[in-house]
Each structure stands twice: as structure tokens, then as C-alpha cells.
T-cell receptor, first 114, second 114 residues
Framework: GAGVSQTPSNKVTEKGKYVELRCDPI?????LYWYRQSLGQGPEFLIY????????DSGLPNDRFFAVRPEGSVSTLKIQRTERGDSAVYLC????????????FGQGTRLTVV | AQTVTQSQPEMSVQEAETVTLSCTYD???????LFWYKQPPSRQMILVIR??????QNATENRFSVNFQKAAKSFSLKISDSQLGDAAMYFC???????????FGGGTRLMVKP
């Protein structure tokens, strides 16, 4: 695609529910990143994929968070048993290699847990 | 762990004037990359300028330039001839030369007055 696409743009869910956030990277980009941006703060790293594998998941806050990229393209961030503290903008980025070139960001998904 | 600090939560500049946004970082590494990203209300992070730590020459991109002081671990962004479209959040970010994730500062909100 022309850019990194994230869906949905906004998601409101009830505490305790399960949510999935989708990221469609730029075609051909092998590296994909998820970041979380809480209100009034800078983005924080969650997980990095190189191809289909999670090369670095050290930023995932706990085992309620999980991400997959089964075919090396689209990625899904999954959050189980959502908590109000999970409310944030979730940003996805992709780049054409390990990251030596520019990472292009999507417009994010704003998740609100009520 | 690396940290990035932006000490100015908000800055204001008159249209056509020059403004400088500050950023300091902490690292024990000698090789790394520094970035300035712009985030408008659309939430999409847009790369403004990049600096490789091994390069002594300060990066420049049209009206945007940096003052990179490696010994002081300082990386400021200068915006010349400010335009209304420059109004946004600006984030300073660090990436290790051997790593893959970006570490962001807390951001500076830039307002441009007509």
C-alpha cells in the first residue's frame, strides 16, 4: 500500500474485554514495530518483527499483550482482559530492513477502555 | 538503558521567526542515530530530520537543522522561517546502531502564531 494502515482508527471497549488491533505495513517492508503512546507522553516500544518472527518483544508490558505476523505482512496486536490503564494510542511502523532506513508510521489506533 | 529528555513541554513562535527545540539523551554507546519526529493532530509520526552520531556535520533539511553536540549529549532542532503548518508535537528519538527500537522523549508542543 501507499502507507502504513491501521484499523480501527478508534476503538472503545469495556474493561475485561478482548481487543485486536490491525496493522498493514508498506508493501515489501520486512520490519514492523508496535509502540504505545499514552496521553501526553512519547511513544514507548512494545514489539519488533523481522519477517514473521518477533525479534524483540521486550516492551510488552505483561502477558495480556500478544502480537502476531503470520505471513510476514499484516500484524495484529492482541490485548486480553483489557484494563483502563491500557487506554492509549497504539502506533505501528514499518521499514524496509532492520531499521537502518526510515521507519514509516501509521496514524495509530486510539483505544479507550471504559 | 537509554533515556531521552525534552525539557520544554510547550514552545511558541511567531510566524516567519526561528525557534529551537531542546533534547538531551543519555547513553553509554558511541554509535547511534538521533531523530526528530513531528506528530500533527492526525497522530501520524513524520520524520523531520535524522543525524548519525559518527557524523560531525550537523544535518539540515530545508528549514530544519540540528545542533548535535555529542560530548554534551545534546540534539536540538532549529526551525527557521516558521510556518503555520509547523504547529504540532515534536519528538526527539534515539536508536542504537545495533538495535531496532526507537526511544522517544516526552515531546514538545510547538504553537505558531500568525
Amino acid at each position: 500500500g501507499a502507507g502504513v494502515s491501521q484499523t480501527p482508527s478508534n476503538k472503545v471497549t469495556e474493561k475485561g474485554k478482548y481487543v485486536e488491533l490491525r496493522c498493514d505495513p508498506i508493501s515489501g517492508h520486512t520490519a514492523l514495530y508496535w509502540y504505545r503512546q499514552s496521553l501526553g507522553q512519547g511513544p514507548e516500544f512494545l514489539i519488533y518483527f523481522q519477517g514473521t518472527g518477533a525479534a524483540d518483544d521486550s516492551g510488552l508490558p505483561n502477558d495480556r499483550f500478544f502480537a502476531v505476523r503470520p505471513e510476514g505482512s499484516v500484524s495484529t496486536l492482541k490485548i486480553q482482559r483489557t484494563e483502563r490503564g491500557d487506554s492509549a494510542v497504539y502506533l505501528c511502523a514499518s521499514s524496509s530492513d532492520r531499521g537502518l532506513t526510515e521507519a514509516f508510521f501509521g496514524q495509530g489506533t486510539r483505544l479507550t477502555v471504559v | 538503558a537509554q533515556t531521552v529528555t525534552q525539557s520544554q513541554p510547550e514552545m511558541s513562535v511567531q510566524e516567519a521567526e526561528t525557534v529551537t527545540l531542546s533534547c538531551t539523551y543519555d547513553t553509554s554507546e558511541s554509535d547511534y542515530y538521533l531523530f526528530w519526529y513531528k506528530q500533527p493532530p492526525s497522530r501520524q509520526m513524520i520524520l523531520v530530520i535524522r543525524q548519525e552520531a559518527y557524523k560531525q556535520q550537523n544535518a539540515t533539511e530545508n528549514r530544519f537543522s540540528v545542533n548535535f553536540q555529542k560530548a554534551a549529549k545534546s540534539f536540538s532542532l532549529k526551525i527557521s522561517d516558521s510556518q503555520l503548518g509547523d504547529a504540532a508535537m515534536y519528538f526527539c528519538a534515539y536508536r542504537s546502531a545495533t538495535g531496532n527500537m526507537l526511544t522517544f522523549g516526552g515531546g514538545t508542543r510547538l504553537m505558531v502564531k500568525p
